[in-house]
Nanobody, 119 residues
């Protein structure tokens, strides 16, 4: 079973950048699509971006298109989310998982990493 640990979050000012990492305990090469999700206070968790094994990326939120870049390195069992020109509305806890997030190889969500963007 794959365990996931997210890192790279922090407190930044609007306009700054962060790079999130999601380290898997085992190979993710067998999971076709990995994704980043986020959950803002009082909100439901939502899909942000996803990346396939072939490198095809999709961005589920219009608000992040052109600012966020999702990528993966199967050799390192890691998924990344480069976030640029951050806005206060990006404030949330960020998680990675498969897309959709009910792959039997990933039994639970990781701890997430908190991103706080001040104006």
């Amino acid at each position: 079973q794959v365990q996931l640990v997210e890192s790279g979050g922090g407190l930044v000012q609007a306009g700054e950048s962060l790079r999130l990492s999601c380290q898997a305990s085992e190979s993710i090469s067998g999971i076709n699509t990995m994704a980043w999700y986020r959950q803002a206070p009082g909100q439901m968790r939502e899909l942000v971006a996803a990346i396939s094994n072939g490198g095809s990326a999709k961005y589920a939120l219009d608000s992040v298109k052109g600012r966020f870049v999702v990528s993966r390195d199967n050799h390192k069992n890691t998924v990344y989310l480069e976030m640029n020109n951050l806005k206060p509305d990006d404030t949330a806890d960020y998680y990675c998982n498969a897309d959709p997030p009910w792959d039997h190889r990933i039994p639970s969500w990781g701890p997430g990493t908190q991103v706080t963007v001040s104006s």
